[in-house]
């Protein structure tokens, strides 16, 4: 499995800032995922971070509000846009298996940010 | 679209106890089944998978079967610790056709909480 690192594990941020979310992996993987995880529940999809080409958003979610960077295969950005106090959640990156046919692959989690907006 | 029920927390064990909790999923195509475990404060952990009929995944004294016939994915565990403690998601990966590209579709989760 790979490693995952995400920066910051935490942060507590004020209403209309931005924060941008690090994801790096020790290895080159074809397939990134962001998702978000708000207090109490389940997660839920973002967007998936393609390498070279724009990130794919799932309903609900747009470029706008979280912008995605894919620079290279072992690193990705997410960044929250304006935020408010409903952003307040656990965003966590994944990883889709290296190296193998990623469609109903297993995918690895990174530790998460803490993100809490006054 | 595809969905994962699961059992509805939160679930309180005596050290030792038999754990079960229960998953079903619709799907239309032929996933692949997972659980993850998020200690409390932690990310994520793939705890075991599946990934045809039949199939057991097996980790830490954790089994779940993989039963197309009733579309369930049961966790179960024979003799939980209190180091077990922790919030559990059932999840697939729809390999069928077009779609999900190799993405998550996560239950709500389950807190278990077990106590010496």
């Known amino acids: 499995s790979a490693v995952i690192s995400q920066k910051p ?11 941008t979310i690090q994801c790096q ?10 998702y978000r995880q708000q207090p109490g529940q389940s997660l839920t999809l973002i967007a998936t971070a393609n390498q070279g080409s724009e990130a794919t958003y799932e309903s609900g979610f747009v470029i706008d509000k979280f912008p995605i960077s894919r620079p290279n295969l072992t690193f990705s950005t997410l960044t929250v846009s304006n935020m408010s106090p409903e ?5 966590l990156c994944s990883v889709g298996a290296s190296g193998s046919n990623l469609l ?3 995918q690895y989690f990174g530790p998460g940010t803490r993100l809490t907006v006054l | ?10 679930v309180t064990l ?3 106890a038999f754990l079960t909790i229960n998953c079903t999923y619709t ?9 993850y475990v998020q200690y409390p404060g932690e990310g994520l952990q793939l705890l075991l998978k599946a990934t045809k009929a039949d199939d057991k995944g097996s980790n830490k004294g954790f089994e779940a079967t993989y039963r197309k016939e009733t579309t369930s994915f049961h966790l179960e565990k024979g003799s939980v610790q209190v180091s077990d403690s922790a919030v559990y ?7 069928g056709y077009g779609g999900s590209q190799g993405n998550l579709i996560f239950g709500k989760g389950t807190k278990l909480s077990v106590k010496p």
């Open chain 1, 25 to 34: 992996v020790d290895s080159q993987v074809t397939m990134m995922f962001w």
């Open chain 1, 87 to 91: 952003d307040s959640s656990i965003y």
């Open chain 2, 27 to 35: 799907a239309t195509g032929y996933p692949s089944l997972f659980w």
């Open chain 2, 89 to 95: 998601f059932c999840a697939l990966s729809d390999r």
């Open chain 2, 1 to 10: 679209g595809d969905s994962v029920t699961q059992m509805e927390g939160p």
């Open chain 1, 104 to 106: 109903g692959d297993t």
């Open chain 1, 9 to 19: 594990s935490r942060d507590i941020c004020q209403r209309g800032t931005s924060l």
């Open chain 2, 14 to 16: 005596s050290e030792e």
